[in-house]
């Protein structure tokens, strides 16, 4: 199944037709790491459905970031899911560009396009425009910093009819 990812991960798009996905200067990793709710995102097939969604990043060995994906299937209720890619930094001078891997030899590109100065909130693009996660420290965003997420990811070529939220319902 993890191989359809990847294979379902394979940009196809030609080059030209978007520009270069530019990411932010400076990614404090320490303070990067930690506990992030999915808010939003255009999903890879595996995510479909996905409710309670967090993605949590420790920083490993050699530098290597361990990651667990976690949400439930369908509901708050339903069964249990969790991932364990890996994420290695790609560019060690900003931070801000990593390669996932979810199954070796495998990695995809994990840009990060958007971050609170506070690490409150971030935004993942992928350089097709095929996948996007805006994520939180919170289970929640308002209203205004959602949209202008929305407006900046429609600005860089991204269609933002295909970003579906994520069911945050924590008791």
Do not use: H
């Not at 394979?10 to 270069?20: A, G, P, T």
């Not at 339903?78 to 890996?86: D, I, Q, T």
């Not at 693009?125 to 996948?131: A, I, L, Q, V």
């Amino acid at each position: 199944m993890v191989s359809l990812l990847i294979i379902g991960c394979n940009n196809n798009l030609d080059k030209s037709e978007l520009s270069e996905m530019k990411t932010v200067d400076y990614v404090d990793i320490e303070r990067f790491m930690g506990d992030w709710y999915v808010i939003a995102n255009i999903p890879t097939f595996i995510e479909k459905g996905a409710t309670n969604a967090i993605e949590s990043y420790k920083l490993g060995d050699k530098g290597v970031i361990e990651t667990t994906f976690t949400f439930y299937q369908d509901s708050p209720d339903g069964e249990k899911k969790v991932y364990r890619p890996k994420g290695f930094i790609y560019n060690t001078e900003t931070n801000a560009e990593w390669r996932m891997q979810f199954i070796w030899p495998f990695k995809m590109p994990f840009l990060i396009i958007d971050l609170d100065d506070n690490y409150q909130f971030t935004v993942i693009g992928y350089p097709s425009r095929k996948y996007v996660w805006i994520m939180a420290r919170e289970p929640k965003l308002s209203d205004e910093v959602y949209e202008g997420i929305l407006s900046n990811l429609a600005e860089v070529g991204y269609d933002i009819s295909q970003i579906n939220k994520i069911l945050q319902q924590w008791n």
